[in-house]
Protein backbone atom coordinates (compact mmCIF):
# COMPACT_ATOMS: atom_id res chain seq x y z
CA UNK A 1 0.00 0.00 0.00
CA UNK A 2 3.01 2.42 1.20
CA UNK A 3 4.62 1.49 -2.73
CA UNK A 4 1.40 2.62 -3.99
CA UNK A 5 1.01 5.91 -2.26
CA UNK A 6 4.27 6.73 -3.44
CA UNK A 7 3.70 6.37 -6.85
CA UNK A 8 0.86 8.06 -6.92
CA UNK A 9 2.35 11.36 -5.44
CA UNK A 10 5.39 10.74 -7.57
CA UNK A 11 3.09 11.01 -10.12
CA UNK A 12 1.36 13.91 -9.11
CA UNK A 13 4.63 15.70 -8.32
CA UNK A 14 5.44 15.00 -11.54
CA UNK A 15 2.66 16.50 -13.29
CA UNK A 16 3.13 19.52 -10.79
CA UNK A 17 6.76 19.97 -12.24
CA UNK A 18 6.02 19.04 -16.09
CA UNK A 19 2.82 22.07 -15.57
CA UNK A 20 5.38 24.73 -13.77
CA UNK A 21 8.11 23.57 -16.41
CA UNK A 22 5.38 24.52 -19.65
CA UNK A 23 3.73 27.61 -17.72
CA UNK A 24 5.89 30.06 -19.91
CA UNK A 25 4.86 28.33 -23.11
CA UNK A 26 1.97 27.84 -22.17
CA UNK A 27 1.30 31.46 -21.48
CA UNK A 28 2.88 32.18 -24.91
CA UNK A 29 0.77 30.24 -26.64
CA UNK A 30 -2.14 32.05 -25.22
CA UNK A 31 -0.18 35.31 -26.17
CA UNK A 32 -0.38 33.61 -29.99
CA UNK A 33 -3.22 33.02 -29.92
CA UNK A 34 -4.89 36.35 -28.72
CA UNK A 35 -2.25 38.24 -30.86
CA UNK A 36 -3.26 35.49 -33.76
CA UNK A 37 -6.66 36.19 -34.48
CA UNK A 38 -6.19 40.16 -34.18
CA UNK A 39 -3.95 40.28 -36.51
CA UNK A 40 -5.72 37.04 -38.82
CA UNK A 41 -8.98 39.62 -38.67
CA UNK A 42 -6.81 42.37 -40.10
CA UNK A 43 -5.14 40.45 -42.65
CA UNK A 44 -8.61 39.43 -43.57
CA UNK A 45 -10.35 43.11 -43.26
CA UNK A 46 -7.26 44.02 -45.11
CA UNK A 47 -7.55 41.28 -48.23
CA UNK A 48 -11.18 41.51 -48.34
CA UNK A 49 -10.71 46.04 -49.53
CA UNK A 50 -7.77 45.11 -51.52
CA UNK A 51 -9.92 42.73 -53.72
CA UNK A 52 -13.03 45.17 -53.33
CA UNK A 53 -10.83 47.76 -54.63
CA UNK A 54 -9.20 45.62 -57.69
CA UNK A 55 -12.70 43.87 -58.36
CA UNK A 56 -15.02 46.13 -57.81
CA UNK A 57 -17.05 43.05 -56.64
CA UNK A 58 -18.54 42.82 -52.95
CA UNK A 59 -19.32 39.16 -52.76
CA UNK A 60 -15.97 38.05 -53.80
CA UNK A 61 -13.95 40.14 -51.69
CA UNK A 62 -15.79 39.59 -48.46
CA UNK A 63 -16.05 35.68 -49.23
CA UNK A 64 -12.19 35.40 -49.68
CA UNK A 65 -11.67 38.05 -47.09
CA UNK A 66 -13.55 35.36 -44.64
CA UNK A 67 -11.56 32.50 -46.11
CA UNK A 68 -8.22 33.85 -45.47
CA UNK A 69 -8.81 34.95 -41.72
CA UNK A 70 -10.59 31.39 -41.34
CA UNK A 71 -7.16 29.67 -42.68
CA UNK A 72 -4.87 32.03 -40.58
CA UNK A 73 -6.50 31.06 -37.40
CA UNK A 74 -6.17 27.16 -37.66
CA UNK A 75 -2.48 28.04 -38.80
CA UNK A 76 -1.99 30.58 -35.07
CA UNK A 77 -3.61 27.87 -33.32
CA UNK A 78 -1.15 25.35 -34.59
CA UNK A 79 1.85 27.69 -33.98
CA UNK A 80 0.39 27.90 -30.41
CA UNK A 81 0.60 24.15 -29.37
CA UNK A 82 3.49 23.97 -30.50
CA UNK A 83 4.87 27.15 -28.55
CA UNK A 84 3.30 25.79 -25.43
CA UNK A 85 5.20 22.44 -25.87
CA UNK A 86 1.81 20.84 -27.02
CA UNK A 87 3.15 20.06 -30.75
CA UNK A 88 2.15 15.83 -30.08
CA UNK A 89 -1.12 17.70 -29.93
CA UNK A 90 -0.85 19.37 -32.10
CA UNK A 91 0.22 16.65 -34.52
CA UNK A 92 -2.58 14.43 -33.43
CA UNK A 93 -5.04 17.20 -34.42
CA UNK A 94 -4.03 16.48 -37.63
CA UNK A 95 -3.68 13.21 -37.96
CA UNK A 96 -7.17 13.03 -36.65
CA UNK A 97 -8.59 15.55 -38.55
CA UNK A 98 -7.08 13.70 -41.79
CA UNK A 99 -8.59 9.91 -40.30
CA UNK A 100 -12.05 11.43 -39.37
CA UNK A 101 -12.47 13.60 -43.01
CA UNK A 102 -13.59 10.39 -44.15
CA UNK A 103 -16.45 9.78 -41.97
CA UNK A 104 -17.36 13.28 -41.32
CA UNK A 105 -17.32 13.48 -45.01
CA UNK A 106 -20.24 11.33 -45.48
CA UNK A 107 -21.86 13.04 -41.85
CA UNK A 108 -21.29 16.58 -43.17
CA UNK A 109 -21.83 16.17 -47.10
CA UNK A 110 -24.10 18.58 -47.51
CA UNK A 111 -22.11 21.05 -45.82
CA UNK A 112 -18.64 20.36 -47.55
CA UNK A 113 -21.04 20.36 -50.53
CA UNK A 114 -22.14 23.79 -49.95
CA UNK A 115 -18.78 24.95 -49.37
CA UNK A 116 -17.36 24.17 -52.37
CA UNK A 117 -20.48 25.63 -54.10
CA UNK A 118 -19.54 28.93 -52.29
CA UNK A 119 -15.82 28.81 -53.60
CA UNK A 120 -16.89 28.21 -57.28
CA UNK A 121 -19.70 31.08 -56.98
CA UNK A 122 -16.84 33.44 -55.45
CA UNK A 123 -15.32 33.27 -58.74
CA UNK A 124 -17.92 32.35 -61.19
CA UNK A 125 -21.72 33.58 -60.49
CA UNK A 126 -24.72 34.88 -62.52
CA UNK A 127 -24.89 37.92 -60.13
CA UNK A 128 -23.89 40.91 -57.89
CA UNK A 129 -24.81 42.36 -54.43
CA UNK A 130 -28.24 43.60 -54.95
CA UNK A 131 -29.00 42.39 -58.70
CA UNK A 132 -32.30 41.21 -58.59
CA UNK A 133 -32.60 37.58 -59.40
CA UNK A 134 -35.07 34.24 -59.56
CA UNK A 135 -33.06 31.13 -57.98
CA UNK A 136 -35.84 28.53 -58.87
CA UNK A 137 -39.08 29.48 -56.99
CA UNK A 138 -37.35 32.66 -54.83
CA UNK A 139 -37.43 36.04 -56.15
CA UNK A 140 -35.38 39.27 -54.68
CA UNK A 141 -32.39 41.17 -54.65
CA UNK A 142 -29.52 39.42 -53.52
CA UNK A 143 -28.03 40.24 -50.37
CA UNK A 144 -24.97 38.19 -49.10
CA UNK A 145 -22.74 35.15 -50.48
CA UNK A 146 -21.78 32.54 -47.01
CA UNK A 147 -19.57 30.07 -47.10
CA UNK A 148 -22.58 28.01 -47.00
CA UNK A 149 -25.80 29.61 -47.86
CA UNK A 150 -27.03 32.88 -50.36
CA UNK A 151 -28.86 35.25 -48.81
CA UNK A 152 -31.69 36.80 -50.89
CA UNK A 153 -34.55 39.62 -49.68
CA UNK A 154 -37.48 38.83 -51.42
CA UNK A 155 -40.09 42.58 -51.94
CA UNK A 156 -42.31 41.09 -49.18
CA UNK A 157 -39.72 41.15 -46.47
CA UNK A 158 -38.53 37.88 -46.23
CA UNK A 159 -34.83 36.41 -46.12
CA UNK A 160 -34.66 33.53 -47.88
CA UNK A 161 -31.10 31.50 -47.31
CA UNK A 162 -30.72 29.37 -50.25
CA UNK A 163 -28.18 26.93 -49.94
CA UNK A 164 -24.78 27.59 -52.20
CA UNK A 165 -25.20 24.10 -53.80
CA UNK A 166 -28.97 24.35 -55.24
CA UNK A 167 -28.00 27.97 -56.47
CA UNK A 168 -25.49 25.86 -58.73
CA UNK A 169 -28.14 23.88 -59.73
CA UNK A 170 -31.21 25.49 -60.29
CA UNK A 171 -31.22 28.12 -63.22
CA UNK A 172 -31.14 31.76 -61.97
CA UNK A 173 -32.97 34.46 -63.90
CA UNK A 174 -30.94 37.88 -63.36
CA UNK A 175 -33.55 40.50 -64.12
CA UNK A 176 -30.84 43.47 -63.34
CA UNK A 177 -27.09 42.24 -65.26
CA UNK A 178 -27.87 44.40 -68.15
CA UNK A 179 -30.46 46.93 -66.74
CA UNK A 180 -32.64 46.10 -69.24
CA UNK A 181 -36.32 44.36 -69.23
CA UNK A 182 -38.61 44.11 -71.95
CA UNK A 183 -42.13 44.04 -70.45
CA UNK A 184 -45.19 43.94 -72.76
CA UNK A 185 -49.29 43.93 -72.25
CA UNK A 186 -52.08 43.95 -74.44
CA UNK A 187 -55.16 46.60 -75.43
CA UNK A 188 -58.01 45.97 -77.70
CA UNK A 189 -59.62 48.30 -80.02
CA UNK A 190 -62.79 48.00 -82.13
CA UNK A 191 -62.95 46.38 -85.38
CA UNK A 192 -63.91 49.27 -86.98
CA UNK A 193 -61.55 51.33 -85.76
CA UNK A 194 -57.55 52.20 -87.94
CA UNK A 195 -55.17 49.59 -86.67
CA UNK A 196 -52.84 51.50 -88.30
CA UNK A 197 -53.53 54.90 -86.65
CA UNK A 198 -54.31 52.96 -82.58
CA UNK A 199 -50.42 51.32 -83.27
CA UNK A 200 -48.61 54.89 -84.47
CA UNK A 201 -50.93 56.12 -81.17
CA UNK A 202 -49.30 53.95 -78.54
CA UNK A 203 -45.98 54.34 -79.91
CA UNK A 204 -45.90 58.09 -79.50
CA UNK A 205 -47.51 57.37 -76.15
CA UNK A 206 -44.17 55.39 -75.49
CA UNK A 207 -41.65 57.78 -76.47
CA UNK A 208 -43.52 60.53 -74.08
CA UNK A 209 -42.74 58.29 -70.62
CA UNK A 210 -39.39 59.36 -69.44
CA UNK A 211 -38.50 55.81 -67.97
CA UNK A 212 -38.88 54.19 -71.58
CA UNK A 213 -36.11 53.14 -73.19
CA UNK A 214 -35.84 52.87 -76.84
CA UNK A 215 -32.24 52.44 -79.13
CA UNK A 216 -30.89 50.74 -81.66
CA UNK A 217 -30.73 47.37 -79.52
CA UNK A 218 -33.75 47.78 -77.69
CA UNK A 219 -36.82 48.88 -80.01
CA UNK A 220 -40.30 48.95 -78.47
CA UNK A 221 -43.19 47.82 -81.01
CA UNK A 222 -46.52 46.82 -81.52
CA UNK A 223 -48.61 43.92 -83.05
CA UNK A 224 -51.50 42.52 -83.61
CA UNK A 225 -51.87 39.88 -81.61
CA UNK A 226 -55.46 38.54 -81.87
CA UNK A 227 -59.14 38.72 -83.48
CA UNK A 228 -60.79 38.51 -80.44
CA UNK A 229 -64.69 38.42 -79.57
CA UNK A 230 -65.07 41.91 -79.93
CA UNK A 231 -62.17 43.68 -79.78
CA UNK A 232 -58.55 43.33 -82.63
CA UNK A 233 -55.99 42.78 -79.79
CA UNK A 234 -52.76 44.63 -79.93
CA UNK A 235 -49.70 43.41 -77.94
CA UNK A 236 -47.36 46.34 -77.12
CA UNK A 237 -43.76 45.75 -76.38
CA UNK A 238 -41.62 48.43 -74.69
CA UNK A 239 -38.14 48.44 -72.71
CA UNK A 240 -37.56 49.72 -69.33
CA UNK A 241 -34.49 50.76 -67.10
CA UNK A 242 -34.37 47.80 -64.04
CA UNK A 243 -31.92 49.35 -61.53
CA UNK A 244 -34.84 49.51 -58.95
CA UNK A 245 -36.65 46.57 -61.23
CA UNK A 246 -39.20 45.50 -59.21
CA UNK A 247 -40.40 48.94 -58.00
CA UNK A 248 -39.71 51.79 -60.76
CA UNK A 249 -39.96 49.36 -63.52
CA UNK A 250 -43.94 48.35 -61.94
CA UNK A 251 -44.40 51.96 -61.99
CA UNK A 252 -43.21 52.68 -65.25
CA UNK A 253 -45.25 49.61 -66.89
CA UNK A 254 -48.76 50.94 -64.44
CA UNK A 255 -48.07 54.19 -66.09
CA UNK A 256 -47.01 53.55 -70.18
CA UNK A 257 -50.93 51.32 -69.64
CA UNK A 258 -52.71 53.91 -68.19
CA UNK A 259 -51.41 56.83 -70.86
CA UNK A 260 -51.88 54.01 -73.17
CA UNK A 261 -55.41 53.96 -73.01
CA UNK A 262 -55.85 57.02 -72.28
CA UNK A 263 -54.46 58.34 -75.20
CA UNK A 264 -56.57 56.26 -77.57
CA UNK A 265 -59.85 57.08 -76.25
CA UNK A 266 -58.74 60.78 -76.36
CA UNK A 267 -57.85 60.00 -80.11
CA UNK A 268 -61.51 58.36 -80.56
CA UNK A 269 -60.44 55.54 -80.27
CA UNK A 270 -63.16 52.55 -78.50
CA UNK A 271 -62.26 50.25 -76.80
CA UNK A 272 -64.98 47.72 -75.98
CA UNK A 273 -65.70 45.38 -73.13
CA UNK A 274 -66.23 41.73 -74.34
CA UNK A 275 -69.95 40.51 -76.14
CA UNK A 276 -71.85 38.23 -74.35
CA UNK A 277 -74.49 36.63 -77.02
CA UNK A 278 -77.68 34.94 -75.67
CA UNK A 279 -78.80 32.22 -77.89
CA UNK A 280 -82.15 30.17 -77.09
CA UNK A 281 -82.81 26.45 -77.16
CA UNK A 282 -85.61 23.96 -77.80
CA UNK A 283 -89.09 25.33 -77.44
CA UNK A 284 -88.44 29.13 -76.08
CA UNK A 285 -90.00 31.45 -79.02
CA UNK A 286 -88.62 34.85 -77.41
CA UNK A 287 -86.66 36.18 -74.72
CA UNK A 288 -88.95 37.55 -71.88
CA UNK A 289 -88.19 41.19 -71.21
CA UNK A 290 -89.66 43.59 -68.86
CA UNK A 291 -89.12 47.40 -69.37
CA UNK A 292 -90.32 49.60 -66.76
CA UNK A 293 -90.53 53.13 -66.88
CA UNK A 294 -88.98 55.36 -65.24
CA UNK A 295 -90.99 58.04 -62.42
CA UNK A 296 -90.29 61.14 -62.73
CA UNK A 297 -88.12 63.58 -60.19
CA UNK A 298 -89.38 65.80 -57.93
CA UNK A 299 -88.20 68.63 -59.91
CA UNK A 300 -89.36 67.16 -63.33
CA UNK A 301 -92.86 66.56 -61.79
CA UNK A 302 -92.76 70.80 -60.14
CA UNK A 303 -91.50 71.85 -63.74
CA UNK A 304 -94.77 69.71 -65.59
CA UNK A 305 -97.24 71.03 -63.03
CA UNK A 306 -95.96 74.72 -63.00
CA UNK A 307 -96.26 74.28 -67.12
Do not use: C
Amino acid sequence: MQDNTITISDAFLNFYNNLINQLPGIGIGILIVALGFLIAKWIGQFARKRIDARTHDPLMSKFLGQAIRYILVIFVIMIALRAAGMGGVATAILTAAGASAIVFGFAFKDIGENFIAGIILAFNRPFDVNDTVEIGQDFGKVKNLEFRYTKLKTFDGKDVYIPNSDVLRKPVTNYTEDGFFRWDFIIGVAYEDDIQGAKKTILDTLRKEPKVIEDEEHENFVIEDQLATSTVNLKVFFWVDTTDFRRMALITKGNVIRNVKEALIKDGYYLPADIQEIKLYGGEKGFPIRMEKEEPSDNNKNKNQSS
